[in-house]
């Protein structure tokens, strides 16, 4: 009984530790992700006069179950031939993979992002509400003025809390550093 004693205390100890490990590696796993992604983006942008590509913020093949691939108008197709593999944009500590794309064949990469393309967001809604014809220019040069606002960031809070508060990793433009997202990163207007 002794034994069986210091034998549970013993893994009541442990259990904590090993699940704190498991989320830094996570953590850490999604940080490399998410400098692929940069890499990629950084490729694009050299290719493409130093403009942000407009894509949709998430990959939205989620609404397509019997779809082979990203819709063409996502993040994951307009850069994935950019990134070394389409598993970087699967974060490892991402447990809301739908369930059709989860248990395909082919499983979710490809087919689902973690990230959500911030720039995507910003550019759809220029385009929205300030009938902007050319979002993609814009945006692109809100983010030279704004150069600790997200162009990517995890798409649910994923990651034990970080120095401050958030639960996302996030890639920013410029540097391509990938850190913490910064909860209110005051970014300057958007001005045509």
């Known amino acids: 009984m002794v034994v069986i004693s210091i034998v549970a205390v ?24 998410l400098r692929g992604i940069g890499t990629g983006l950084q490729v694009y942008l050299n290719a493409h006069d ?14 397509n179950p019997l779809s082979e691939g990203p819709s063409p108008d996502s993040i994951l197709a307009t850069i994935g031939d ?12 991402d447990d809301m993979i739908p369930d059709e794309f989860a ?13 959500e393309y911030w720039a995507g967001w910003l550019m759809v ?41 958030t639960r996302k990793n996030a890639l920013y433009f410029g540097d391509w550093r990938a850190d913490w997202m910064i909860q209110d990163p005051n970014p300057q207007p958007v001005t045509p």
């Open 10 to 33: 013993l893994l009541g100890i442990a259990l904590p530790a090993l699940s704190g490990a498991k989320a830094s590696a996570h953590r850490v796993a999604c940080i490399a992700n």
């Open 82 to 93: 950019t990134v070394d593999s389409a598993e970087v944009f699967i974060c490892p500590a």
């Open 50 to 63: 130093q403009i942000l590509p407009y894509a949709l913020p998430l990959d939205d093949s989620a609404f």
């Open 103 to 115: 248990i395909a064949q082919n499983g979710p990469v490809g087919r689902h992002s973690s990230y």
């Open 125 to 165: 809604f220029r385009e929205l509400e300030e009938q902007d014809e050319r979002p993609e220019f814009t945006v692109t040069k809100f983010y030279g003025d704004n150069p600790d606002f997200p162009v990517l960031a995890d798409s649910n809070d994923r990651h034990p809390r970080g120095p401050t508060g």
